[in-house]
């Protein structure tokens, strides 16, 4: 197992501001996820945030939009850029241990946006 | 497209049995998970199934057909920690996650 810690819990943001979210993990793992989670929605993903290299972004998202970096093994940031209320969502971590995707995945506490 | 079809909210009384279905359709499938998510908490991992059949652990089960594209998750012995959203979550193909938009429960005392 892992256990996931993220800052900030929660955040209220102008729009067209910026916020990074923070992602620590208590081992090593290969691989983390970020996903985003609108109320009453299934989960969806962003990308795949790789160890010494970009990120893997899922269709509809960008990097210019939401820059993700993976400094080590344990740590990533997600950064939501210039924000509009659109944004508002529950934004979750997630890490596979076993090192690959498709196997159980432990999550963070999410992080909380609103964007005014 | 894939998809994956869960009831948006059942509720059930408290001791009772309530079964939770999902049914999916994806390119191809490489094993489906059931998720726990308390409101305003992570999603915790409940159960994996790859193969057909039942797979019981403790007041838990989760059942899979893969030739009807079909899964439930069996609660046993309802408690009201129980009460939470259900997430069915498919592997695909291309070893991607496909998640349900999850089936809230609501136990009654």
């Known amino acids: 197992s892992a256990v996931i810690s993220q800052k900030p819990s929660r955040d209220i943001c102008q729009r067209g501001t910026s916020l990074t979210i923070q992602c620590q993990v208590d081992s090593q793992v290969t691989m983390m996820f970020w996903y985003r989670q609108q109320p009453g929605q299934s989960l969806t993903l962003i990308a795949t945030a790789n160890q010494g290299s970009e990120a893997t972004y899922e269709s509809g998202f960008v990097i210019d939009k939401f820059p993700i970096s993976r400094p080590n093994l344990t740590f990533s940031t997600l950064t939501v850029s210039n924000m509009s209320p659109e944004d508002s969502s529950i934004y979750l971590c997630s890490v596979a241990t076993s090192g690959v995707s498709y196997n159980e995945q432990f999550f963070g506490p999410g992080t909380r946006l609103t964007v005014l | ?109």
Request: proline share 3%; with cysteine.
């Open chain 2, 1 to 109: 497209g894939q998809n994956i079809d869960q009831p948006t909210e059942m509720t059930a009384t408290e001791g009772a049995i309530v079964q939770i279905n999902c049914t999916y359709q994806t390119s191809g499938f490489n094993g489906l998970f059931w998720y726990q998510q308390h409101a305003g908490e992570a999603p915790t991992f409940l159960s994996y199934n790859v193969l057909d059949g039942l797979e019981e652990k403790g007041r838990f089960s989760s059942f899979l057909s893969r030739s009807k594209g079909y899964s439930y998750l069996l609660l046993k012995e309802l408690q009201m920690k129980d009460s939470a959203s259900y997430l069915c979550a498919v592997v695909d193909s291309n070893y991607q996650l496909i998640w349900g938009a999850g089936t809230k429960l609501i136990i009654k005392p």
